[in-house]
Nanobody, 116 residues
Framework: EVQLQASGGGLVQAGGSLRLSCTAS????????IGWIREAPLKEREGISC????????FYAESVKGRFTFSRDNAKNMVYLQMNSLKPEDTGVYYC?????????WGQGTLVTVSS
């Protein structure tokens, strides 16, 4: 059973920071894509950051480049998203994401609210 448990969301002032964490289980933490997606109110889901554990490459959405940093600990099956210089438009539900054997998985998500 693939499980992705995200945490760390909350309410923060614009310009502030949050660090999201995700605990992954139910699959081998290698040879997969893993990262974060978000869903803003009334908007479609957007990929924020994703890394391939095969080649080590990391993707960032243009809207978060230079502000968000993805990291992972393969041994612990943990992934993180450090979010700095937060903006109100960053508000949304953030989901930990994984692609395992060509199937997409995501957890319950954690809500990030950025006030002006």
């Amino acid at each position: 059973e693939v499980q992705l448990q995200a945490s760390g969301g909350g309410l923060v002032q614009a310009g502030g920071s949050l660090r999201l964490s995700c605990t992954a289980s139910g699959f081998i933490f290698d040879g997969v894509a893993i990262g974060w997606i978000r869903e803003a109110p009334l908007k479609e889901r957007e990929g924020i950051s994703c890394a391939s554990t095969t080649d080590g490459s990391t993707f960032y959405a243009e809207s978060v480049k230079g502000r968000f940093t993805f990291s992972r600990d393969n041994a612990k099956n943990m992934v993180y998203l450090q979010m700095n210089s937060l903006k109100p438009e960053d508000t949304g539900v953030y989901y930990c994401y994984a692609n395992v054997f060509s199937r997409d998985y995501w957890g319950q998500g954690t809500l990030v609210t950025v006030s002006s």
